[in-house]
T-cell receptor, first 108, second 115 residues
Framework: KNEVEQSPQNLTAQEGEFITINCSYS?????LHWLQQHPGGGIVSLFM???GKKKHGRLIATINIQEKHSSLHITASHPRDSAVYIC??????????FGQGTTLQVKP | GAGVSQSPRYKVAKRGQDVALRCDPI?????LFWYQQALGQGPEFLTY????????KSGLPSDRFFAERPEGSVSTLKIQRTQQEDSAVYLC?????????????FGPGTRLTVL
């Protein structure tokens, strides 16, 4: 079993839909990242959080430390949101442990 | 530059060749990380430096992989006698400090293809 599990692996949505991507982890962490990766592109950090909830534009990230679970929500999705979304937890030693990623396609 | 840079962006090597991948972290960032991302997979940790000290190299897949950061700034990941399974994107990230609540900033990656 992977230390960081994401679901779903693939997601197709219609423009305007509300999207949720889930992440569960099994190790002790100091923080959790949500990252975005476009095809052929580098990785961009969307959020880093260790508790509660953060919002940036149409993106919302939540984390429940007790349940070892985080969610990334996208409201009013748009085709430009199409990308791979990766959950990564920062272990207590500092290194990141990544999930497998969720490939999101938003159709117009 | 303002961000993490990596070079080359693309590298094609024949099996058995040695390659060297470079990472320039954000100026002032103490910690530097190397990750390997195989096609269709999430990145996986290779090694971590704090200044010039390599504190964790537990992710290096074999003794053909070697990383250094001699002056605590630029880092080089070297792969000797490349194999086809080494084909991947190699990502470098830096942060102010490795531990605790410090965001890692990623470079664009080097895509290595071993023929």
């Amino acid at each position: 079993k992977n230390e960081v599990e994401q679901s779903p692996q693939n997601l197709t949505a219609q423009e305007g839909e509300f999207i949720t991507i889930n992440c569960s982890y099994s190790v002790g962490i100091s923080a959790l990242h949500w990252l975005q990766q476009h095809p052929g592109g580098g990785i961009v950090s969307l959020f880093m959080l260790s508790s509660g909830k953060k919002k940036h534009g149409r993106l919302i990230a939540t984390i429940n430390i007790q349940e070892k679970h985080s969610s990334l929500h996208i409201t009013a999705s748009h085709p430009r949101d199409s990308a791979v979304y990766i959950c990564a937890v920062k272990s207590n030693t500092g290194k990141l442990i990544f999930g497998q990623g969720t490939t999101l396609q938003v159709k117009p | 530059g303002a961000g993490v840079s990596q070079s080359p962006r693309y590298k094609v090597a024949k099996r058995g060749q040695d390659v060297a991948l470079r990472c320039d972290p954000i100026s002032g960032h103490v910690s530097l990380f190397w990750y390997q991302q195989a096609l269709g997979q999430g990145p996986e940790f290779l090694t971590y430096f704090q200044n010039e000290a390599q504190l964790d190299k537990s992710g290096l897949p074999s003794d053909r992989f070697f990383a250094e950061r001699p002056e605590g700034s630029v880092s080089t990941l070297k792969i000797q006698r490349t194999q086809q399974e080494d084909s991947a994107v190699y990502l470098c990230a830096s942060s102010l400090q490795g531990t605790g609540y410090n965001e890692q900033f990623f470079g664009p990656g080097t895509r290595l293809t071993v023929l």
